[in-house]
């Protein structure tokens, strides 16, 4: 009876250690050889496009005055402002508002309350060459408030192509250099990444600039330039 059993047990404990030791094997792979390379470029554009804020300020004692009179001075600034050149379809209105303010005298007395209106049209200035004449004849019509003027370019498409060729060349450059000094041979592209850092307008900050009124010239503006930066990150085969 013993004999009988003693087989069976036998095959089972061989089979337990055959299911344990299944997958413990690894047979090992030659891995490829790679090379990680970051190229970067910077492509410089000249602003061709403005942006611009003015705003009238007017206040008086009551809310329907300073209104009144903001109204008046506000379409006195758009029609300078439209003939200067500019499409009415490039100007419009970003603020508008109306409030109170407490006067108060030199001890911190209430003196009275007046109501002050503020009016901003936001301009597009598509010919940079007339900026300086836009801001003397909004100033001359009654604009006191100037927000600063953002210089921009409006299609950076073309210079974001240049960068990415240049950035890819860099790469390039960089892979041949390092695969040669390695002792090897460059391969094909495995994986490319892109990064790209469009430059931000930036703001020529300025109030209300009187440079051009009264016959002294038209207010000196530069536009400046600005810097696209490109990078891509490239992973090359090694033979």
Not at 19 to 46: D, K, Y
Not at 74 to 103: E, H, M
């Amino acid at each position: 009876m013993r004999t009988k059993l003693l087989l069976p047990t036998i095959l089972m404990v061989a089979a337990i250690l055959l299911s344990a030791c299944s997958g413990t094997i690894q047979f090992g792979q030659a891995q490829q050889r790679t090379i990680n390379v970051t190229g970067n470029s910077e492509v410089i554009l000249t602003p061709d496009i403005a942006y611009i804020s003015i705003g009238v300020h007017t206040q008086a004692d009551t809310a329907k005055d300073a209104v009144a009179s903001n109204n008046t001075e506000t379409q006195a600034v758009i029609d300078a402002i439209q003939a200067q050149g500019i499409d009415p379809k490039d100007i419009r209105t970003t603020n508008f508002s109306v409030y109170q303010q407490t006067q108060t005298g030199p001890n911190g007395e209430t003196q009275g309350i007046i109501f002050v209106t503020d009016n901003t049209v936001y301009v597009t200035m598509r010919d940079l060459t007339k900026i300086g004449g836009i801001l003397d004849a909004s100033i001359a019509a009654g604009a006191n408030s100037i927000y600063g003027i953002t210089f921009d370019v409006q299609n950076k498409d073309a210079a974001l192509g240049t960068g990415r060729d240049q950035a890819m060349a860099d790469a390039q450059s960089q892979a041949e250099q390092l695969a040669k000094a390695a002792g090897a041979t460059l391969g094909a592209v495995q994986s490319v990444t892109y990064y790209s850092n469009t430059p931000v307008p930036y703001v020529y900050d300025t109030k209300a600039l009187p440079a051009g009124i009264g016959g002294g010239g038209s207010v000196p503006i530069s536009s400046g330039q600005l810097t696209l930066t490109v990078s891509v990150s490239v992973t090359y085969a090694l033979k």
